[in-house]
């Protein structure tokens, strides 16, 4: 399975992106998780095949995640962005429980 991710960019506080992420193959379940130096990978959000969203607490009212299925293409559209949204967001698939990561995009917030 391999993941191809787009989207990201510098912006400043306020702003918005939309973060992308095709996919090779169908999976159960795509998503977004983010790192900054030093930190553990964390999750944004994820939405399965069904389309039913998962979302981190920072993400739940700021950010969106939809998918469609005919592309394999995950979609994230983040709002209201600030400086702690700073990091590399890596899309994520998961398939007959494994996990497959794409490269990272680089999500950059300045003040």
């Known amino acids: 399975v391999q993941l191809q991710a787009s989207g990201g960019g510098l912006v400043q506080t306020g702003g918005s992106l939309r973060l992308s992420c095709t996919v090779s193959?169908?999976?159960?379940?795509m998503g977004w998780y983010r790192q900054t130096q030093g930190k553990q990978r964390e999750l944004v959000a994820t939405v399965t095949v069904d389309g039913i969203p998962n979302y981190a607490d920072f993400a739940r009212d700021r950010f969106t995640i939809s998918s469609d299925n005919s592309k394999r293409t995950i979609y994230l559209q983040m709002n209201s962005l600030n400086v702690d949204d700073t990091a590399v967001y890596y899309c994520h698939a998961s398939k007959w429980g494994r996990q497959y990561w794409g490269q990272g995009t680089q999500v950059t917030v300045s003040s």
């Open positions: 193959e169908s999976t159960y379940s």
